[in-house]
DNA sequence: AAAACGTTTGACCGGGCGGTCAGGATCACG
DNA sequence: CGTGATCCTGACCGCCCGGTCAAACGTTTT
């Protein structure tokens, strides 16, 4: 029986309703600035509910950080090693700026963790993370090494994906401002730009 | 008489270890997350003796941000339309990430507001940011036009380039975390990256 | 219907928050 | 040295923070 299916109607609506508040919350202020009063407030509860289904402010951050870590390294897992290489790169560009699309505030709260020194994650930084990007830097390293794309740091090659992509979920604001009103979606001119801009980069 | 000039050796010294020290806590915990108290402890002095130099906390983040927009529009108001257009941009790069080298502080102080969805410099991005981005976006566009680098989108060209250096700045722990200790200092293998990439990518 | 269980709340707690204030210590300068 | 301006502090304020608890309210089961 999975703690889903053991869970009452009422606690599995109040839980959600609670973890998408405290996204909101935590991913605008962090989670020192973030209040429970906000988060109770924005789920539509009291306080003291808040806290008969979360023991701490603390325990709901860390549910939060949990289940986003895993949707985070999702779209790096799929990169295959037998496909073709650019394309494989192009395709982990794309869902990562899906992600930032259609998940800003999961990104704004992995910025704010990371920001503060990723106290609560740096575990599964230096261990999952690590270890997934080390296999596909050895992937793309291959990929290089047999002129399948041009040569290029790996590290780095990850690095600027995630930098390109998380920056328009976490600078929206920045963007928008630039951009203006009339300029259009800025996802959509971002993955022209990141289209273009990887396929010269790597295509040998 | 410029406002330097009329205070005392100790106002000039104790509103420097202030601002340094807020600069610390607030690049950290962002301005909710940052309290009086850890400033004045940072900074060496009694939190009613940090409340005689500033009236407010609000008051020491302003000018906090008010400082740094200026720092950070610098290195783009120097690209020069008479210039070699590869070689401008690549200095622009370089301008930035050695900002983001030695003052990776004030770049996450940054981050944090336009996380928080910018409340404090929302006009400043709209105002004098963005003239500044149309006015160099032309010029990179008029390169394009007349064929001295390749066809790109100049306000994404801009964007890539902030995301990219901001990045080694902000998420520095977590690019330590997946390089480890040994592959050397990110910021020489960041730069090596970067010409790299934004030669092929403008190289006509 | 009533026992049993799950859910919600108002009142409350100690502590830390941003900020104030009266007065004492220290300094620059005649 | 004196004295006025500048600098600093301990004690304090009202408020909001994360969290607790007993009691009341709903719902389900028997």
Redesign the interface.
């Known amino acids: 029986m999975s703690p889903e299916n053991s869970r009452t109607r009422i606690q599995r609506r109040n839980r959600r309703a609670i973890l998408e508040a405290a996204l909101e919350v935590f ?8 209040t429970l009063d906000q988060i109770a407030a924005e789920a539509g509860l009291s306080k003291p509910n808040l806290l008969y289904y979360f023991p701490s402010k603390e325990a709901i951050h860390e549910t939060l950080l949990a289940g986003l870590m895993e949707t985070w390294l999702a779209p790096l897992r799929m990169l295959d090693p037998a496909g073709d290489p650019v394309e494989e790169i192009l395709g982990y560009v794309r869902r990562k700026l899906v992600l930032s699309r259609d998940f800003p505030r999961e990104s ?1 709260l992995f ?2 963790e ?5 106290p609560r994650i ?1 575990p599964s ?2 261990g999952e ?2 270890a997934l ?1 080390d296999e596909k830097a050895q992937v793309i390293a291959g990929w290089a090494a047999n002129g399948r794309i ?1 040569d ?2 790996p ?3 990850i ?2 994906i ?3 992509t ?3 979920a ?2 929206d ?3 928008r ?4 009103t009339e ?1 259009g979606d800025p996802f959509e ?2 993955e ?3 289209v ?2 990887f396929t ?2 790597l295509t040998p």
């Not at 991913?27 to 973030?34: I, L, P, V």
């Not at 990371?114 to 990723?118: E, K, P, R, T």
């Not at 401002?177 to 203006?180: D, F, M, Q, R």
């Open positions: 991913s605008q202020h962090g989670f020192r600035g973030a704004r910025a704010n990371i920001l503060q020194g990723a740096k930084l230096e993370l690590k990007v041009a290029i740091d590290y780095h090659l690095f600027s995630w930098a390109l998380q920056h328009y976490d600078f604001v920045q963007v401002a630039v951009l203006g300029r001119g971002a022209r730009y990141l273009t801009m010269r980069l």
